[in-house]
């Protein structure tokens, strides 16, 4: 059990998550039951979705408050709708969950790094804790998207500090993050916690898989993830066509599982590239479905291309194909080659070609395979699963709570 809060009474904290629905959102989901069984009271403010439509639900003992957003626009005006709503939303729920379950710290995961205004207002008027949990690298995701550095990407450098600052404790997914925190955020390291993304291995355990899932054919290249602008799912869509159609190997099946603003654009792209029979779009599936897809795949891809963002930021699907035991193709990225090590093939970055080159090398060799699959799952075992980032999870959390006004204590 956790100490308590002051008086007796439990810690309590409110987690505030914008990108996605809850318990979607597999890291947010695997922090908040990981504070619950810990003896934590927890609630989570995050945005409706499909499947996560109930405003107000209690699930494993997780109090979760949702609000609307407006549908996803890839523009300027999209995301400042996006993000004022948030910010609206959120701020507005925090007050409600106030009333009604009271918290001592507020967790903000990114993006947006704006979020640091709805706990201030807490922080500055009931004395709340503000531990951020750092996701995304939201300058570096504008100049990947935008190829510049203009004024708004300083004005997202300016929110990236102002949050840092007004930050107790800091959360880093990886080590790129923690120098970003201690460099460009200006924390003492004692401050910043690395507690890194891996699945909980008692969850997510491989299964014997399905053939059907092959429709037919020898060989499953899947991926799993979100399907946005960054994530480089058209990467994997033309490799694919460069394996089907130009090579010939009319012998592989693709599984793509996920959603995202990108999926209808990406079917489209399919289509227009004549490999429609040959790449089935899945979207969201429930996990114990997702798993058992994964686990039927001969080689698992990760196409992030190389940007600023990609090069820094450790993508969970690598850990969950390695939880899996499959080998991974994936481009040289910083990030990726820390979490993969030898447990997968490295093609040169943004090159179409050689990823399809890596995926066919994998593919003409059944040993390699298992041997990269084996040293993948074993990594994870001894380093990189949840059970190992949960001590590190509870010090920040002490390191937090020991920050709090001696009366919150």
């Not at 979760?64 to 005006?77: M, N, V």
């Amino acid at each position: 059990m956790t100490e308590s809060a002051g008086n007796g009474a439990p810690r309590r904290v409110l987690i505030l998550v914008e990108n996605l629905p809850v318990p979607f959102d597999r890291r947010v989901w695997m922090e908040s039951t990981t504070l619950h069984a810990a003896g934590y009271e927890v609630s989570v403010i995050c945005p409706m979705g499909k499947n996560a439509t109930a405003p107000y639900e209690v699930i494993d003992g997780i109090h979760i408050y949702r609000h609307p957003l407006p549908p996803e626009h890839s523009s300027a005006l999209g995301y400042l709708r996006e993000y004022s709503a948030a910010l609206w939303g959120e701020w507005r729920l925090a007050r409600r969950a106030r009333r009604e379950r009271g918290f001592d710290i507020i967790h903000a995961c990114n993006p947006p790094d704006l979020l640091f205004i709805v706990a201030l207002w807490f922080k500055l008027f009931h004395r709340t804790g503000f531990l951020f949990d750092h996701h995304d690298l939201t300058p570096e995701l504008y100049e990947s998207k935008f190829g510049k550095r203009d004024i708004f990407y300083h004005v997202m450098r300016l929110a990236e500090r102002l949050t840092f600052f007004f930050a107790d404790t800091v959360i880093s997914t990886n080590e790129s993050y923690r120098e970003v925190a201690l460099t460009r955020g200006r924390k003492k390291p004692e401050h910043v916690h690395v507690v890194r993304s891996g699945p909980n291995l008692e969850l997510f355990q491989p299964t014997a898989g399905n053939p059907d899932y092959k429709h037919g054919r020898p060989f499953l290249i899947g991926y799993l993830g979100v399907m946005g602008e960054f994530d480089g799912v058209d990467h994997l869509v033309r490799a694919a066509h460069e394996l089907v159609l130009n090579r010939n190997r009319t012998d592989l099946q693709f599984c793509l599982v996920g959603s995202g603003p990108m999926l209808g654009s990406l079917q489209a792209l399919a289509d227009e590239l004549g490999i429609c029979d040959h790449v089935e779009f899945t979207g969201r599936i429930p996990d114990a479905d997702m798993i058992d897809r994964l686990s039927t795949c001969d080689v698992c891809a990760n196409p992030d291309p190389f940007n600023p963002l990609n090069d820094k930021s450790t993508m969970n699907k690598i850990l969950e194909y390695m939880a899996l035991g499959k080998p991974i193709v994936q481009y040289d990225l910083v990030e990726g080659r820390r979490s993969a090590e030898d447990a997968s093939l490295y093609a040169e970055r943004n090159n179409i070609s050689d990823f399809a080159d890596k995926i066919e090398a994998l593919l003409a060799d059944p040993a390699l395979r298992a041997e990269m699959g084996a040293r993948g799952q074993r990594r994870m075992q001894e380093e990189l699963e949840w059970r190992h980032q949960v001590p590190r999870l509870l010090a920040a959390y002490d390191d937090a709570f020991s920050r709090l006004p001696r009366r919150r204590r």
